[in-house]
């Protein structure tokens, strides 16, 4: 079925992010310097966390709790490349109250720099939708394994693949984006067909995404659904020195573990397949 992803009262598209307030890093802004270019970050990493349902649109009536069952679906693309494809990840909730998140917390997005000649990505483009099934919610392997065979569907990733390897035409992905979501919305069955939440976000170097090191906490609030991410960008030799400072000065309150500079390196898996 068409299911409309840019209703304005439960869509917001944007290539930035609201404030919140209340870090979860507990890090002094004093201590989070800039990068001074973004092609010097070292990692990068998105990290979506348990976005909040605040109406699910099922009313409480006695003898029934009010809850719905929920369908959450994730896509990413960006122009690193070893991720040209993107990433899609598709996820069902049989009882989701007003007032509670859902179950999540996962990367999205990770990549890190083995050397200095990896070129870190310059436009990672998301979008995060929260739709209502109508029925018992279906198995998300037989729904994903239809959509990849769907012949408008392979139309789009091939179309896909050739765009992100082109930066001029790089602004049209999130377009394809949102039809892919869309094709993936025609095997879902009966859905409400106006999702009580999404959100399409677009990071650039240009815009100074990844130029603030450390972690950056990104919250979309719609009508029905608050989405919560963090931006986690690491600059190994910016973070060394920053550790020398703290070391050797008095003028740092906070202790050096508190910066969580690891220096080690971490095997991370993306909690997403490819598309």
């Avoid at 009508?223 to 050797?248: G, L």
């Amino acid at each position: 079925m068409a299911i409309n992803f840019f209703d304005p009262e439960t869509t917001q598209v944007s290539n930035g992010s609201l404030p919140l307030a209340g870090s979860l890093s507990s890090i002094s802004k004093s201590a989070i310097p800039v990068i001074k270019s973004s092609k010097t970050a070292t990692g990068i990493e998105v990290r979506m966390l348990p976005p909040l349902i605040k109406d699910n649109h099922t009313p409480a009536l006695w003898p029934f709790p009010g809850y719905s069952k929920l369908y959450c679906l994730t896509i990413v693309v960006s122009d690193v490349t070893n991720q040209l494809a993107g990433a899609i990840d598709l996820k069902g909730f049989p009882r989701i109250g007003d007032n509670e998140r859902l179950p999540i917390n996962k990367t999205i997005f990770y990549w890190q720099g083995a050397d200095s000649k990896d070129v870190a990505p310059s436009q990672i483009h998301t979008m995060c939708t929260v739709m209502k099934s109508k029925q018992n919610l279906r198995e998300v392997g037989q729904i994903m394994g239809s959509v990849k065979d769907d012949g408008d569907y392979k139309n789009l990733i091939s179309s896909l693949s050739k765009v992100t390897k082109d930066a001029a035409k790089f602004n049209v992905v999130a377009d394809i984006v949102v039809q892919i979501a869309g094709v993936v919305g025609k095997y879902l069955g009966k859905v409400e067909d106006k999702p009580l939440g999404t959100i399409i976000n677009s990071y650039t170097t240009l815009h100074g995404d990844f130029d603030k090191m450390g972690i950056s906490q990104l919250v979309y609030p719609t009508r029905d659904v608050d989405f919560e991410f963090q931006m986690v960008v690491r600059q190994q030799k910016e973070e060394v020195a920053i550790a020398e400072k703290i070391a050797t000065s008095k003028s740092f309150s906070f202790k050096k573990r508190e910066l969580n500079l690891g220096k080690q390196e971490e095997d991370v898996e993306v909690d997403m397949q490819p598309l």
